[in-house]
């Protein structure tokens, strides 16, 4: 009887431990949760997880030469911090992770073996970052932002009465066209009543680009967007005789080109006081 009683406890114990250390295994971050695209190396931890609705992400992918560089991608971003369970090796997490984004039909545009991995499909990226004991998720799809803030038709008043011109960012196009995008309108609304609040006011709409593509085509892209600017405006009331437009292209940068944040700087509409037009700040030079 007292063999027998042994035995059940000895045939008990494992089962017992097992349960232990599952209670005492650390639970995933409060409101953490895996990506639908990949899951986790089975018994990994999700210690941390952040979502943004937009922001921004440099991703290593290789070029032409099959050397390193630099994409950066804006868009929305997940990202997830993973502590994977005890013996896991780094070339485990590599493989694991490798395969499973090739099966998801991900095309792998940069690996550094086994710590870096980035993965392409469609407009959405995914980085690996590893170290085999914990590994970084990163997923960001690219889209533009939503536009929610717009100067008001005073902060424009300001800026021409003091310098003659303003840059105005909350005018919106579809990538390569002159067609404006709908979340262009609140801004738009703010230069009527900006010349609705001062009729003796005449504005020249001017076109920007960066420098991507040719010169000429940038040229002819800025001048049609100078010019559906003022027809949107003259279609909703505003005199044709207080309005002109012209495209400069990309040959009147204020920021630098080689960056996309840059170049999101020199895509832009620019307001000038009709009166201003030939003059600088100093009142002597063009700004032609």
């Given at each position: 009887?007292?063999k027998l009683s042994l035995l059940a406890l000895a045939l008990l114990l494992p089962t017992s431990t097992h349960t232990l250390r599952a209670q005492d295994a650390p639970a995933d971050a409060e409101g953490c949760k895996d990506s639908a695209l990949v899951t986790r190396m089975q018994g990994s931890t999700l210690s941390a997880c952040d979502n943004k609705e937009f922001d921004q992400f440099d991703v290593t992918?290789?070029?032409?030469?099959?050397?390193?560089?630099?994409?950066?991608?804006?868009?929305?971003?997940?990202?997830?911090?993973?502590?994977?369970?005890?013996?896991?090796?780094?070339?485990?997490?590599?493989?694991?992770?490798?395969?499973?984004?090739?099966?998801?039909?991900?095309?792998?545009?940069?690996?550094?073996?086994?710590?870096?991995?980035?993965?392409?499909?469609?407009?959405?990226?995914?980085?690996?970052?590893?170290?085999?004991?914990?590994?970084?998720?990163?997923?960001?799809?690219?889209?533009?932002?939503?536009?929610?803030?717009?100067?008001?038709?005073?902060?424009?008043?300001?800026?021409?009465?003091?310098?003659?011109?303003?840059?105005?960012?909350?005018?919106?196009?579809?990538?390569?066209?002159?067609?404006?995008?709908?979340?262009?309108?609140?801004?738009?609304?703010?230069?009527?009543?900006?010349?609705?609040?001062?009729?003796?006011?005449?504005?020249?709409?001017?076109?920007?680009?960066?420098?991507?593509?040719?010169?000429?085509?940038?040229?002819?892209?800025?001048?049609?967007?100078?010019?559906?600017?003022?027809?949107?405006?003259?279609?909703?009331?505003?005199?044709?005789?207080?309005?002109?437009?012209?495209?400069?292209?990309?040959?009147?940068?204020?920021?630098?080109?080689?960056?996309?944040?840059?170049?999101?700087?020199?895509?832009?509409?620019?307001?000038?006081?009709?009166?201003?037009?030939?003059?600088?700040?100093?009142?002597?030079?063009?700004?032609?």
């Open positions: 009887m007292k992918i290789n070029n032409k030469e099959n050397e390193p560089k630099t994409k950066h991608v804006e868009g929305e971003l997940h990202s997830y911090n993973y502590n994977t369970r005890e013996g896991v090796s780094e070339i485990q997490v590599f493989r694991n992770l490798e395969n499973a984004l090739r099966t998801g039909g991900f095309h792998i545009v940069f690996e550094d073996n086994p710590g870096y991995i980035s993965a392409s499909k469609g407009k959405t990226w995914i980085v690996i970052e590893n170290s085999g004991s914990y590994y970084y998720q990163t997923i960001i799809t690219e889209q533009q932002m939503v536009q929610e803030v717009t100067a008001d038709a005073s902060s424009l008043q300001d800026e021409i009465n003091k310098s003659g011109h303003v840059a105005v960012y909350g005018i919106l196009f579809d990538t390569g066209k002159a067609t404006l995008q709908d979340s262009s309108t609140s801004t738009l609304n703010e230069i009527i009543k900006l010349l609705q609040q001062d009729v003796a006011l005449k504005l020249r709409i001017e076109g920007h680009t960066d420098n991507v593509g040719a010169a000429a085509s940038n040229q002819i892209l800025s001048q049609k967007r100078a010019d559906a600017v003022r027809t949107w405006l003259v279609s909703h009331g505003i005199a044709a005789d207080r309005l002109t437009a012209k495209g400069y292209g990309d040959t009147k940068p204020v920021s630098d080109n080689s960056t996309d944040d840059g170049r999101a700087k020199n895509r832009r509409v620019e307001l000038a006081k009709e009166s201003e037009i030939g003059l600088d700040k100093g009142g002597g030079q063009g700004r032609d």
